[in-house]
Structures are given as structure tokens and as C-alpha cells.
């Protein structure tokens, strides 16, 4: 029986930071993971086909890069610190040589990152928590080729990204999220499986991406109403879009016209329902008025 390649450990991965004189910081919001079988359970979760180019973003140490490497035919990893970046050719070459070919590694801030030279069917990555919902909305926005993935995120994200219209979770990041796909929980995380280890525990998200609702509003329009609907969670859909629409029975008229109760609130409508609202915006406004498109900053309240 063949052996399982060999993962990245605890020792490896302490002997990595050592030579490169590392210490995981807060910033960067850097974990890495210290456990091969907890890699084997994410690349499997992911359900990636051999012929597929994966993107990892914020590889680190290499612990996942290893992993994807040997379930996908190329991986292409965004890192955006420069010590990091410069060891991740080395450990991939050590500990992977026949891949060396099939790895591709760009220095870069993920959020800054619009076009790659192979474009990705499929994104594997373990996110920093502090930008894990901007970084997954922005590339679902830039990267349309992109099928399906399976992210790590801090565990309150994953369960906010993953939630249903009615939920009390239910917020601008599931919402945007379903404007590209479908979102699902696919597991959780616990503490000890990196160092240094977190606070709190992590959850796997996996995502298949569909087609955005047909519209003839833009995507940026149907966003802003995303923002302005969650911008105070307890108002009523009327008082929440009167900024939007320029006055409250402006915003009413709009609702009414989208077939949405003006004393609905944000967290009971789906994707479909801000849609329909967008399309009906006040024809005096001008288009894409309203709210800024946040791209997904809004963050979890």
C-alpha cells in the first residue's frame, strides 16, 4: 500500500517560521495549520477534479499548497507577504519536486488582484478572518471562471455567508454571496490544529457558482440596495430605502412596485427580492444611485 504523501506538521511547519525568522502575526491574520489530516479533510471537502488550476490565497507556510497540489493539475497561490512569498518556491520544490512545474505563485494583495495568466476553475484557501468575506466577494466578481471552492473562515463568517433569508444571521454578506451562488456550510474547524491557534473555531464554506438573477439592473445597483437595507437592521424596508430612493413614499412606490411589503425588513428577502427592488427604483434617481456598492466591507452586524 502506497504511502500518503508526505503534509506539512507541527515540526515543519515551527522549523519553517524559525529559518525564515517568522512570527505569525495578528495583522496578516496568519494561522497556519500544523495538521496533515485536517488538509486532507479540507482538499477533500473541496471535491476537486485532477485536471483543474485551483487558487489559493494567503498560502503561508505552504501547509494546503502541498495538499492542492496533489489533487489538481496546477495551483496558483496569492500571498502578500514578501518573506512568505520568497520560502514557498523552496518548500514546494523539497517537498513536492515532480510539481515544481505545476505551481505558480504571485505576490500580491488578493483584494488588488483582478486577472491571472491561467484563470482558476476552483478557489481552496484558508482566509485570514479579518478580510475572508471582501476577499471571497471580490474574486466571485473578477474571476468568473471560477466554478466552485471550499474557504475557510473564522466560524461566525462561515455560518453568516452560508445563511437563509429569516435567519438572525442573515446579513449583506449571505445576500451578496447569493447574487454568484449557492453557499453551504461544510463543516467545522477546531482550535488545535494551528499555530498559533485562534480564540475561536473556523468554518469551511463550499460554494458552486451559478448564474446571477436575470436583470436589467447592474449588479452595483442591486448592491447599494443590499447596503441600504442592512445599513440599520431593525428599520423597516420603507425608512431603511428613503435615503435610496430620495423620500419614503418614493421608496414605498418602489417596494410596492418589486411586490415586497414596505414593513418587510432586510433579513426576510432573497436575492431574487432585492433584485425586483432594483429594477424598480424611482425613475428619478439616476442609475446606480443610492448607497455606495460596498463589495461585501460591510462586515457582520
Do not use: C
Not at 217 to 232: M, N, P, T, Y
Not at 296 to 301: K, M, R, V
Amino acid at each position: 500500500m502506497t504511502e500518503p504523501a508526505h503534509l506539512l506538521g507541527a515540526a515543519d511547519i515551527r522549523a519553517l517560521a524559525e529559518d525564515l525568522g517568522v512570527r505569525p502575526t495578528k495583522t496578516l491574520g496568519q494561522n497556519f495549520v500544523i495538521d496533515g489530516n485536517t488538509i486532507r479533510r479540507i482538499v477533500a471537502a473541496a471535491k476537486l477534479d485532477p485536471g483543474e488550476t485551483v487558487l489559493e490565497v494567503g498560502p503561508g507556510l505552504g501547509s494546503l499548497t502541498l495538499g492542492l497540489l496533489d489533487a489538481a493539475a496546477r495551483v496558483v497561490a496569492i500571498e502578500i507577504d514578501p518573506l512568505l512569498a520568497g520560502k514557498l518556491p523552496e518548500t514546494v520544490a523539497r517537498w513536492r519536486p515532480d510539481a515544481v512545474g505545476r505551481f505558480e505563485l504571485v505576490l500580491a494583495d488578493a483584494l488588488k488582484v483582478t486577472s491571472l495568466s491561467t484563470p482558476p476553475s476552483a478557489v481552496v484557501a484558508n482566509l485570514p478572518y479579518n478580510v475572508a468575506v471582501p476577499v471571497v466577494l471580490h474574486l466571485l466578481e473578477h474571476f468568473p471562471s471560477l466554478r466552485h471552492g471550499l474557504v475557510m473562515v473564522q466560524d461566525e463568517v462561515a455560518d453568516r455567508l452560508a445563511a437563509q433569508p429569516g435567519s438572525k444571521i442573515y446579513g449583506v454578506p449571505s445576500v451578496k454571496a447569493a447574487w454568484y451562488g449557492t453557499m453551504r456550510k461544510a463543516g467545522v474547524i477546531g482550535t488545535n490544529v494551528f499555530w498559533p491557534a485562534p480564540r475561536i473555531h473556523s468554518g469551511l464554506v463550499a460554494f458552486e457558482r451559478r448564474e446571477p438573477p436575470r436583470t436589467d439592473a447592474s449588479r452595483a445597483e442591486v448592491f447599494a440596495v443590499i447596503d441600504a437595507a442592512f445599513a440599520q437592521r431593525r428599520k423597516t424596508l420603507r425608512a431603511a430605502l428613503s435615503g435610496w430612493a430620495g423620500g419614503g413614499p418614493a421608496a414605498e412606490a418602489a417596494l410596492v412596485a418589486a411586490g415586497v411589503a414596505p414593513s418587510a425588513r432586510g433579513e426576510t428577502l432573497a436575492i431574487a427580492d432585492f433584485v425586483r427592488i432594483a429594477e424598480h427604483r424611482p425613475a428619478a434617481r439616476p442609475a446606480g444611485s443610492g448607497a455606495p456598492d460596498s463589495g461585501g466591507a460591510e462586515t457582520l452586524g
